[in-house]
């Protein structure tokens, strides 16, 4: 059960305050104190709006479209939109609830021909122009009825085909190495003007794009923007960690967004909802701004701050990790003592230990053996304690990193789990990379891992765990589903539910959110942990664009950028690496105490600067002063703007030396890091001017308004 629907069913009735009374007339209710508006009457299912905007939401859309195993569309088409259930929803009751910090619309829709109702939270931050929208399903009639699609919001933009023309659309592929690669087009080049005003109908097609597997970020990111000329703009992100897919098509009467959550015919997607049952969509939030991308992205990034109100952001702590071009999943007694001392020399406060401590040397390729997480006896000369003793005297916490999810193929914890607690399709375990998947829906895949993390923070004071997910198991399981796409989003809720428990018996507990990097950067899961690895890139020259995007779609709190330096490395290159963990937090890997004294400088300065700058990044909006960077682009920057003014962080990866220019700068610029500017940026009528040397090159600067 989401939060806000939780909360509004424990409401007493007598506080659930009626909206507005249905009498058959058109209603219009406002969400909350200036954006949105819900809209409906006796012939029409509620939709959403912009009060003042005609760009931005129409009547014609509904609010949630319904697809069955017995009935999809009212009108063929490709799109998720005019759905047969959807368009037979009438409102049967408009409800609200407020506190401090947002208020909450309850939408109550029913149709008369299934049985379903539909319940839709819509929650809007007081002062925010962001709503997140939950549906509840509920069966009323009396035959299951098998859900293969809930929009759990549709919104329409533009009020013409004509509207369309002049729309561009941000998206992000994503990979392993190459996560969030942001590309901003022409809607039209992806939604062809096709006349549809001559022919007299709506569209057939749509523009798709979904994740597969249980992957939520592995090929694209959930978010999205769609911006007019005039500067309005609208941006989003689905909350799931299973499968989503984001729909946009176009009618005669203008645009259709689609937000969905795991779907039959791109996730293998249906649930069956007996008489009397639930189903609950997936959260979705929608963000609409007169700025443009960034004003509708700064919208967003205010949101996701209220989302996480109840995490504590007063500790930004700098980590130390062992793994990133340094002891790669190798890590032993004698490798590890000095980077310990060298950690905590640079003023790093968690130390890390990464992948590996649980295997033994001789066993080499380990990944078929996790399950158990008990450490090697054979790699810590007196045992890991000794390592972690040492952490917590110099000063640091100490972290450890964990896979909970998986168990080895060649672990013991394979055979001694029941078969029920791992993923099953057509009545076998599901195997990718020679390990099986624990399926957190279970009580014996939960009490292992509860044992395990109990364990670890009892033997060793761990007060940190890096959670890593590096197999992408497929659809899901079909085990008490009624298809594999309903079992992983059971799982995934499961696993999120496990996590908020694991923070409920160990409260100050940090956890970082990482998957190969940022294959699972979703915020289900950011919601409820502290800190997102960005990448597994290990070349420094190519991780800024992904650094300077990840803010679109991670708060610039959460964005654990690698600054990994190495002894080989000139003192451009340390500063370039270094500037890319400064532009997030900070997170910093590499032999340090091999690093020449010059270089140690660097490190020191860096962190000393971070830990300056970042009680700002719980308040920073970020912004793209060249536009949202290519994975190719020679120059990339990253604004956050605070209340001490606006940080700039510059990468310029052309191998002549130049004058790189920001426009639109205004102000006073200094020079933040390195220390001693050589030559000093300046400030013109064009904008910020940056002198660069040859090769690479990265400043972090400080814009204040004159």
């Not at 939408?107 to 509840?136: K, M, N």
């Not at 990193?401 to 099953?424: I, K, Q, R, T």
């Not at 020679?634 to 990866?653: H, K, Q």
Request: proline residues 6%; glycine residues 8%.
């Amino acid at each position: 059960m989401t939060d806000a629907l939780q909360r509004l069913q424990t409401i007493p009735a007598p506080e659930l305050r009626a909206e507005s009374r249905i009498n058959g007339t058109s209603e219009r209710v406002r969400v909350a104190d200036s954006t949105f508006d819900v809209v409906w009457s006796a012939n029409e299912p509620a939709a959403l709006v912009v009060h003042d905007s005609p760009f931005a939401g129409r009547r014609s859309v509904p609010l949630v479209e319904i697809f069955t195993a017995k009935e999809q569309r009212a009108r063929t088409s490709q799109a998720y939109f005019r759905s047969a259930v959807g368009a037979r929803m009438r409102v049967t009751a408009v409800t609200y609830d407020e506190d401090a910090t947002a208020r909450r619309t309850l939408v109550s829709q029913c149709d008369a021909d299934t049985g379903l109702e539909a319940v839709t939270v819509i929650s809007q931050p007081w002062g925010v122009s962001t709503v997140r929208a939950q549906t509840r399903l509920r069966n009323s009639g009396i035959s299951p009825v098998v859900v293969t699609a809930v929009t759990s919001l549709s919104f329409g933009f533009g009020v013409s085909e004509s509207d369309l023309d002049d729309v561009k659309l941000a998206v992000a592929d994503s990979e392993w190495l190459a996560e969030d690669r942001w590309s901003e087009i022409p809607l039209r080049a992806v939604l062809p003007g096709v006349s549809l005003g001559f022919h007299d109908q709506d569209g057939r097609g749509h523009y798709g794009l979904s994740s597969h597997g249980a992957w939520s970020s592995g090929e694209h990111v959930p978010c999205g923007i769609l911006t007019a000329d005039d500067g309005r703009a609208l941006a989003w992100q689905i909350e799931t960690s299973a499968g989503w897919h984001i729909d946009i098509s176009q009618a005669r009467d203008g645009g259709v967004l689609s937000l969905l959550g795991p779907t039959d015919l791109e996730n293998h997607f249906a649930h069956r909802i007996a008489p009397g049952e639930i189903f609950d969509a997936v959260p979705v939030s929608i963000a609409f701004s007169r700025d443009g991308r960034d004003g509708a992205v700064g919208a967003l990034t205010a949101y996701r701050r209220w989302l996480r109100r109840d995490q504590n952001t007063s500790s930004l702590p700098i980590v130390y990790n062992d793994f990133m071009n340094t002891l790669m999943g190798q890590p032993t007694t004698e490798q590890l003592l000095p980077l310990v001392a060298a950690a905590a020399e640079a003023g790093a406060e968690v130390f890390c230990i990464d992948a590996g401590w649980f295997a033994e040397p001789e066993i080499g390729d380990w990944w078929a053996t996790v399950g158990e997480w008990q450490e090697a006896t054979t790699r810590f000369t007196a045992g890991l304690k000794q390592v972690t003793d040492e952490i917590l005297a110099r000063g640091m916490q100490v972290g450890l990193w964990l896979e909970p999810e998986v168990v080895g193929a060649d672990s013991p914890a394979a055979n001694a789990l029941p078969n029920e607690a791992f993923f099953w399709r057509h009545d076998q375990r599901v195997m990718e990379h020679r390990r099986y998947h624990l399926d957190f829906r279970h009580p014996a895949a939960r009490a292992h891992m509860d044992e395990v993390v109990d364990r670890i923070v009892a033997d060793y004071g761990v007060s940190y765990i890096k959670l890593d997910y590096n197999i992408n198991p497929g659809a899901g399981t079909e085990r008490d589903a009624t298809a594999a796409g309903d079992g992983l989003l059971g799982h995934t809720r499961a696993f999120r539910d496990w996590l908020i428990d694991v923070q409920r018996r160990h409260p100050g507990l940090l956890l970082e959110n990482c998957s190969s990097g940022a294959m699972r950067a979703d915020y289900s899961l950011l919601e409820v942990t502290h800190q997102q690895s960005t990448s597994d890139q290990q070349d420094f020259r190519l991780y800024p664009p992904i650094a300077a995007s990840a803010p679109v779609s991670i708060l610039p709190e959460q964005c654990a950028n690698w600054a990994y330096p190495a002894v080989g490395m000139t003192e451009e290159e340390t500063v370039f690496t270094l500037v890319t963990g400064l532009s997030g937090r900070l997170y910093l890997s590499g032999f340090l105490h091999e690093l020449t004294d010059e270089q140690r400088v660097l490190v020191a300065d860096a962190v000393q600067l971070h830990k300056q700058l970042r009680p700002a990044l719980v308040t920073a909006v970020p912004f793209w002063p060249l536009g949202l960077p290519s994975w190719e682009s020679d120059t990339i920057a990253l604004g956050l703007r605070t209340d001490a003014g606006d940080l700039l962080f510059v990468w310029d990866r052309h191998p002549d030396a130049r004058t790189v220019t920001i426009p639109r700068v205004t102000g006073t610029a200094a020079q933040l890091f390195p220390a001693v500017p050589a030559p000093a940026p300046t400030v013109t009528t064009e904008g910020l001017q940056l002198q660069t040397p040859a090769g690479t090159v990265a400043r972090v600067l400080r814009i204040v308004a004159s």
